[in-house]
């Protein structure tokens, strides 16, 4: 896995679109997805790991308790991804991360945070056609009928039934990047794209070590501010990634902070 300390603006803009020539359509069409972290330190390692404990054997209990309530709230279709990822949008510890195609909506959450303004930030990138040429023949198979190089909710619900079906002997550990439903503005915002391991205990940048694979594209601290202004004036923002009240007042509140109030600065 290649790692890259950035100095600058531009270098940055060149690392998170490099490799985004497509010969074959005669376009720039990145292959990647992105995910920023306002913490250099911080592992991919998703909010089910977080949890803690016996957090492997809480999965299923915490999946199935919130299929139950949640659909007093939520009227869909019992597949099992659709109810990983609403899941998930709500804020249920699962085995699935985040990501976006938009590599300026990951240097947002890699600066969005202006309590850790000390901290070097980070923006991983990966690339998902290559991690999905180690799928098993049967998801590559499902890709290439489809023409599509990433999956669905669908396209998966047809494919694995359980989370234990997912974990197959026949193979090793494998990542999966998918497409969650367009549940509201905010995934259409954030150019949503979800990952899932295999397996709840193996994090996301232990495969991607193992695999050779990623690009883990490091922000100095001293860079953050900069990068933060010219997101702001691109109207890279909570108010656009995070429609309504909540996303308006959280950046609303970070854009008036005055800069000395932050920590380190």
């Known amino acids: ?51 803690g404990g016996k957090y492997a054997e809480l999965e299923r209990h915490l999946l199935r308790n919130f299929t139950k309530y949640a659909h007093r709230n939520v009227v869909e279709r019992d597949s099992l991804w659709h109810w990983l990822s609403v899941a998930q ?43 999905h040429q180690m799928l098993p023949a049967k998801f590559r198979k499902m890709l290439e009928d489809e023409g599509a190089n990433v999956l669905t909710v669908k396209m998966l619900s047809e494919a694995v039934n359980s989370l234990t079906d997912l974990a197959e002997p026949a193979h090793d550990d494998i990542a999966i990047f998918f497409e969650p439903p367009s549940l509201d503005d905010r995934i259409v915002n954030q150019y949503a794209l979800c990952s899932v391991m295999s397996g709840p205990t193996k994090a996301l940048d232990e495969w991607l070590r193992d695999k050779g694979l990623g690009r883990k594209i490091i922000i100095p601290a001293s860079l953050k501010w900069e990068i933060r202004d010219k997101l702001d004036q691109a109207n890279i923002t909570e108010r656009v990634l995070f429609p309504g009240l909540d996303g308006l007042s959280s950046w609303l509140k970070r854009h008036y902070s005055p800069r000395m109030a932050t920590s380190g600065v």
């Open 1 to 51: 896995m290649e790692e890259i300390l950035i100095h600058s603006w531009d270098e940055l803009q060149k690392e998170l679109f490099a490799d985004s020539w497509n010969e074959e359509l005669g376009r720039f069409r990145s292959r990647f997805a992105f995910r920023g972290l306002s913490d250099a330190g911080y592992r991919l390692e998703t909010s089910l790991m977080r949890l």
């Open 89 to 131: 949008h709500y804020g249920l510890p699962t085995r699935i991360l985040d990501w976006t195609y938009s590599p300026f909506i990951a240097m947002h959450f890699a600066t969005v945070n202006i309590d850790k303004y000390d901290l070097d930030g980070v923006i991983w990138a990966v690339n998902y056609v290559k991690a």
